[in-house]
Every structure is written in structure tokens, then in C-alpha cells.
């Protein structure tokens, strides 16, 4: 995709911090994006900035109304992005801690009985919250089992299990194992066909870095996102609640006024940084659409980053020139199987006779960044069932070019060679 137009990919990677070398390793391909993408350096210098501030929000001089308007902004940005109808967002700590806020609030704030519905393709971070406060809200945690083969989950899975007493449910919008989408739109309309008050909501944490969010299309009370994982930094995460969610009871000060979620005094960086990643999105996308509008030219930077991430995974799999695809070399299973229209940027796979971890250490060895995952308490519920002890993730953003997805095939065609 980005290829169609000279010179853009390298004016791409001229805005992220630490592109193709860090100051650890020196020169190696970014193929552990899924565990944090890579920085803009906006996002860099924005956030020092900001920290250097010594003003609050909420105080009666200039630099205070000045960290206020940042936020306020930050937040239409943030409506541009996610594209919701109504509710509100808000910052937290983490996007593991506000989905256990989302649905900590969701359980205990609907009525005792009936159930809370999630699936088995979820991270830890919205099961294990549903495990933990669907019996103290007295109701049942009840988990529908994902396509293995697939690596996804899909209405059909859910529909036997949604009740007229399901409160509460979860969906992973995107698996950061198998790098496989969900249609949360469907599944949602298919709950709320039967349990039209259940509160639906949804780990983007995955997904948002791929692009193509449009919260208005799917129904949802809730939606999470790390900003990390999308380009800005760690330290907080952006969450949205509908205006359902948000007249729950909830954790909030006393006698405090309005409906805020926020608990304390926010970093105003935080916001600040996220703008920057919806200016950079914008810029990104007026490459592929002449609208001024800011949410057509973030939509049609999803549909190129989709587009392109697509074209690095094909070639990942199918190979490129003389050099095999990871799918063609003997041995390799592919976590989710190897034509999957679901998957977003990212490829995970096992090699017989080879362990996980040594084929990282020599991807690493090689200049290659990738990661294992284990069949630990984060990815034992997808690598368990297909009888894998660990996996091989590698994980793209769009900012990755071809050339380095050859680098990764030659090693890998090294690697083989000498198991």
C-alpha cells in the first residue's frame, strides 16, 4: 500500500523514535510490536514537556486553564479516533487496570443473579476481572470456547450461551496471541438480541494499533485501550464508557460533583500525547483521501495500515523472492492457521525438534527483535489446546518495510537449517 506513493514509508519511519536501533542493541528489526509499538517522537518530546509543569488542573491562573484545554482537546481528539455516540472517556492507570474498574462496575452494579459471559480466546486481564467479581456481584462467570483452529471466537460460539439474565460481557477485539480479529459488532448485536441491558464490554488493547475502530458500529458500553501498544508511551491507558455504563454506581469521591471516572489529579501528558497520535494518524491518512475532515482521514489511515501490515504478514508467510515463507518451511505450525482473513499484523508459530526461546535468542542473535510466548497464565488458554508449550510471535506495525520482514525469512532460513 504505502509503496504506491514515493517515499512515504521512510517519512513513516522518520517519526518513530528508535525505528531500526535502539541504544541496547544497536541495528535489529522491531518484530515485538504487539508487545509495544514503537514511540512517535512527538509522543517523546511532548511528554517532557508536560512533566516539567508544576500546575494542576482546576486552579485559577494561566497555566492551569492552559493544562485544561489540553485535556478537553484531547478528548475530541479522542471522539475522532474511537468515533463513539455519547458517553465519555477517561484516562487510568493501565488498560489491564480500567477493564477491572469497567468491570468491576458492570458486576456489582446490575442486579444479583444471572450471568457474566466471556470467552476463552481472552487475555487474563478481562477474564481473570470477570472471575473476580461475578460471584461477589453473585452471578456466574461463564466462558464460551474459541475456534482453536482459527484462533478467534464468533457469534455462533457465544449464541448458546446468552441468556435474558446475561449482565454482563466481554470481548477481545483483536488476540495478542494469535494475532486473530473478532467481529464485535456481530457478537454484540447478538447479544443484545436476547439481553438487550447487558453492558458489553470490550479489550481493544490489541487492536488499536491496526486501525479501523468505530466504536459507533458496535454497540458497546465500554471499550479499552494502552496507549502504549498504539504508538504513545506507558504510564496510563484510555478507556470509554457509554452513558449507560457511566450511571452505574461506582468508586468516586464523596459528594464529588458530576459523573467523572477519573480518580485524583490525571497526567495532563498523558492526554497531550494521545493527540499527538491522532495528528499523526490524520497526517497519515491524508495521503489516501482529500478530506479535511480529521475522522475520514483517520479512517483511511486504518484501511492503508490494515492494507500494508497485510502485505508484510503475506509475505511472512508466503515468502518473497527465493526466500521460503514461514508457512513453506517443514515443520512450522502457524497459530491460527496460515489463510486467515481475521489476522491483524502479526504471525505466531512453532517449529518441530526447535524450542521457542531458542529460536528468539537467535532471531535476537541475528538482529531480529521477536518474543516468546509460553503456556503461561497469559497464553496457556490459546497454546494449550493445540498442544504447544510456547509459540514464536512476531509482531508488525506499519512501519515496518519488506526488507525487514526478508531479514527475519533469512534468518529464519538459517535458523532451520542448522536445527
Known amino acids: 500500500m504505502f509503496d504506491t506513493i ?13 525505528v531500526d536501533s535502539d541504544p541496547f542493541q544497536g541495528e535489529r528489526v522491531f518484530f515485538e510490536n504487539a508487545g509495544g509499538a514503537l514511540t512517535l517522537k512527538s509522543v517523546v518530546q511532548t511528554s517532557a514537556d508536560y512533566a516539567a509543569i508544576p500546575d494542576n488542573q482546576g486552579r485559577e491562573n494561566v497555566a492551569s486553564h492552559a493544562l485544561v484545554a489540553a485535556i478537553a482537546r484531547s478528548r475530541a ?21 480500567l477493564l477491572f474498574r469497567l468491570i468491576r462496575t458492570a458486576c456489582l452494579g446490575t442486579p444479583e443473579g444471572g450471568r457474566v459471559l466471556g470467552s476463552t480466546l481472552e487475555h487474563p486481564a478481562s477474564r481473570s476481572a470477570c472471575a473476580r467479581y461475578a460471584p461477589v456481584g453473585g452471578k456466574a462467570h461463564v466462558l464460551v470456547e474459541h475456534d482453536v483452529a482459527r484462533g478467534s471466537v464468533d457469534l455462533a460460539a457465544y449464541r448458546p450461551e446468552i441468556t435474558p439474565d446475561t449482565r454482563v460481557a466481554t470481548i477481545l477485539h483483536t488476540s495478542p496471541v494469535t ?3 473478532v467481529d464485535v459488532a456481530e457478537i454484540a448485536a447478538g447479544i443484545r438480541a436476547v439481553a438487550p441491558e447487558c453492558f458489553i464490554i ?5 487492536h488499536a494499533a491496526h486501525g479501523r475502530l468505530d466504536l459507533a458500529a458496535y454497540g458497546v458500553d465500554g471499550y479499552v485501550i494502552s496507549p502504549y501498544k498504539a504508538f504513545s508511551r506507558h504510564g496510563y491507558g484510555v478507556a470509554w464508557v457509554s452513558d449507560r455504563l457511566a450511571g452505574l454506581p461506582r468508586d468516586a469521591l464523596l459528594d464529588a460533583p458530576g459523573t467523572s471516572w477519573e480518580m485524583g489529579t490525571r497526567d495532563t501528558g498523558a492526554y497531550a500525547t494521545f493527540s499527538d497520535v491522532v495528528a499523526y494518524l490524520d497526517w497519515l491518512g491524508s495521503h489516501f483521501t482529500e478530506s479535511d475532515a480529521p475522522r475520514e482521514r483517520i479512517v483511511a489511515a486504518g484501511e492503508a495500515i490494515h492494507a500494508h501490515e497485510k502485505q508484510l504478514t503475506d509475505a511472512m508467510l508466503h515468502g518473497t523472492g527465493n526466500l521460503p515463507g514461514l508457512a513453506q518451511i517443514p515443520g512450522v505450525t502457524i497459530v491460527g492457521g496460515v489463510e486467515n482473513p481475521l489476522r491483524e499484523g502479526l504471525v ?9 526461546p531458542e529460536i528468539v535468542e537467535a532471531l535476537n542473535q541475528a538482529g531480529v ?17 493445540m498442544g ?7 509482531s508488525v506495525c506499519h512501519y515496518n518495510s519488506l526488507e525487514e520482514v526478508e531479514h527475519l525469512l533469512e534468518a529464519m532460513r538459517d535458523i532451520t537449517r542448522r536445527g
Not at 6 to 18: E, K, W
Not at 82 to 93: A, I, K, L, T
Not at 348 to 356: E, H, I, N, P
Request: charged share 20%; aromatic share 10%.
Open 369 to 385: 527483535r521477536t518474543h516468546t510466548r509460553k503456556a503461561d497464565h497469559y497464553s496457556a488458554n490459546i497454546l494449550a489446546p
Open 6 to 18: 514515493p517515499g512515504l514509508l521512510d517519512q513513516i519511519r522518520s517519526r518513530f523514535a528508535h
Open 202 to 206: 470490550v479489550d481493544g488493547i490489541q
Open 388 to 394: 504447544l508449550e510456547a509459540c514464536v510471535r512476531v
Open 77 to 97: 481528539d479522542m471522539q475522532s479516533f474511537f468515533n463513539p455516540e455519547g458517553g465519555q472517556f477517561f484516562v487510568g492507570e493501565s488498560g489491564t487496570e
Open 179 to 181: 494475532g486473530m480479529g
Open 348 to 356: 505466531s508459530f512453532a517449529v518441530d525438534g526447535l524450542k521457542a
